[in-house]
């Protein structure tokens, strides 16, 4: 049997699939790892549980068959070019990703490009409930899909689904602005259970639903009229811990950042920041707090490397267009400015790289620096501490990331804030080894402890237990 006809008990939907199909110059065809941070953390719970992965292959007007990958079966989910323009960049990534973190860049309202969300929901809806075996639990991810819930329940009342936002569930003043809020929140209520990464998040869902639908809501739950019980709670998400850490102690790891270290003129201190090139990562902060301190001969750049990784992101979409110029101005400025050494004070590095060579920055970073202005949790902090060898290494963290409410031993920075953020930096960078052992000491712990393979063991007992109450309360 082709994988085309394989139906599954466990489906994970997401936006995009743990793949992309990438065609090169040659016109050859291959599969490169999506980027970001959900496909990070669900690739290995697929690799464990297997089933079925539905999503998009990230090219426009291809119809991909199924095929089985690392143990289960990729199901493509196709768009086309105008969807990608309407659904993705539009809809998903220029009105719902910013206004989700706290519109730190302005959301845009266009009915074209909902009308295009509503559309592209439905497909996946329709693919989802085609792989979906009889009773099947069907786990549907992120922004980009708030309505499958719903429109999946119509479809097929036998499954069980839940529903995990990675990012951030806004407060109610902003979701309301969204001419389709009833809509979404709907869609959302479709699902047994509604994850998020925060507690907050869970309660500012809870309170929509209070205040602008029909629906009973009684502490984490709301009775959907005539249908379930839709239960709304906090599960922080994580990485494959013990995956990292092997990962960064291999030889070829230890090799590479010893090569690294060689490239950089074995330099005494290492600043890193590792992201998506996205505008709610705090790049244009954390460039300018750093640059100042060069600037201003606080770090001397004979000793110190500031080394930034970037992954290219949504790259047609006008904000992040614009990010990207800004900060190769910005670093092109300081490092014209501050004189280096054979290299610049700022090692900026505009693209993606295999996990590899990221967890060989990771083991040599001294300082991991990561200063989201918004953040659903942010992944990175957690793999620096899985990564970074011993216990002598710093985590400066915003307080705007999900992962702060864990990762409280971090040093905390609020990235509006150039001057507490220089002043912190510095802190981390100088502060006796002592008091560096004793808070790396409890973050690793914490991670070390709260594995991706917890979290989803969590969600999905929840899932199972939960998700049966109603129907056995109806009968
Ligand atoms: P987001 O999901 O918003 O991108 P996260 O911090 O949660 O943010 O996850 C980012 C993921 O992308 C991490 O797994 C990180 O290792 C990976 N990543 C970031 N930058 C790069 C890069 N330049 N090359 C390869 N992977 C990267
Ligand atoms: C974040 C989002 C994911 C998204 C990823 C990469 O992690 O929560 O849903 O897949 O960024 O973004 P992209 O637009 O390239 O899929």
């Known amino acids: 049997m082709t994988a085309a006809h394989l139906k599954a008990s466990f489906v994970v939907v997401a936006n995009r699939l743990s793949v992309d199909r990438v065609t090169e110059d040659d016109g050859s065809v291959s599969w490169r790892t999506a980027p970001g941070g959900l496909v990070t953390a669900l690739e290995p719970v697929m690799r464990q549980r297997g089933g079925a992965w539905v999503g998009w292959h990230g090219a426009s007007d291809e119809e991909v068959e199924p095929f089985e990958h690392e143990g289960y079966t990729i199901q493509p989910v196709p768009l086309s070019h105008s969807e990608v323009e309407e659904y993705y960049e539009g809809f998903s990534n220029a009105t719902l990703w910013p206004l989700f973190h706290d519109s730190v860049a302005f959301p845009e309202f266009h009915r074209e490009w909902w009308d295009a969300y509503v559309t592209v929901n439905q497909r996946f809806a329709e693919k989802t409930a085609e792989v979906a075996e009889d009773g099947a639990t069907v786990w549907v991810q992120d ?92 599960y922080p998400i994580s990485i494959d811990s013990a995956g990292f850490e092997e990962l960064a102690n291999s030889p070829e790891v230890i090799a590479e950042a010893e090569a690294l270290l060689d490239e950089l003129g074995h330099p005494k201190q290492v600043f890193l920041g590792v992201d998506r090139l996205d505008y709610t990562k705090g790049l244009r902060q954390r460039v300018r707090a750093m640059g100042e301190l060069f600037q201003e001969g606080k770090l001397d750049p004979a000793d110190v490397v500031f080394f930034q990784v970037a992954t290219p992101s949504r790259e047609r979409v006008d904000e992040y267009r614009r990010l990207r110029d800004d900060i190769d101005l910005l670093v092109g400025r300081i490092n014209s400015e501050v004189g280096g050494v054979g290299r610049p004070a700022i090692v900026y590095r505009h693209s993606s790289f295999p996990r590899s060579t990221m967890a060989a920055l990771y083991r ?37 990331a999900g992962a702060a409410r864990e990762l409280r031993q971090a040093y905390m920075v609020n990235p509006y804030d150039l001057n507490g953020m220089k002043d912190v930096l510095l802190h981390a960078a100088t502060d006796s080894p002592r008091n560096r052992r004793r808070r790396m000491r409890a973050l690793k712990r914490q991670v070390r402890e709260n594995t991706i393979e917890a979290w989803a063991d969590r969600f999905i007992d929840d899932l199972g237990s939960l998700g049966r109450e109603p129907r056995q309360q109806e009968a």
């Open 364 to 400: 040599i970073a001294d300082v991991m620096v990561v200063t989201p202005l918004r953040d659903g949790m942010n992944l990175v902090a957690k793999e620096y501490l899985a990564c970074h060898p011993g216990e002598d290494g710093a985590l400066v963290l915003s307080e705007f």
């Open 143 to 234: 922004y980009q899909l708030l309505l499958v819930p719903q429109l999946l329940r119509e479809m097929r009342p036998d499954l069980r689904i839940g529903f995990f936002l990675h990012i951030p569930f806004p407060p109610v003043e902003l979701f309301q602005q969204l001419p389709w809020r009833r809509q979404i929140l709907e869609g959302m209520l479709g699902a047994d259970l509604v994850g998020t990464q925060v507690p907050g998040g869970a309660s500012n869902f809870l309170r929509l639903v209070r205040t602008r639908t029909q629906h009973k809501v009684e502490r984490d739950r709301v009775r959907v009229e005539g249908s379930h019980t839709c239960v709304a709670r906090a």
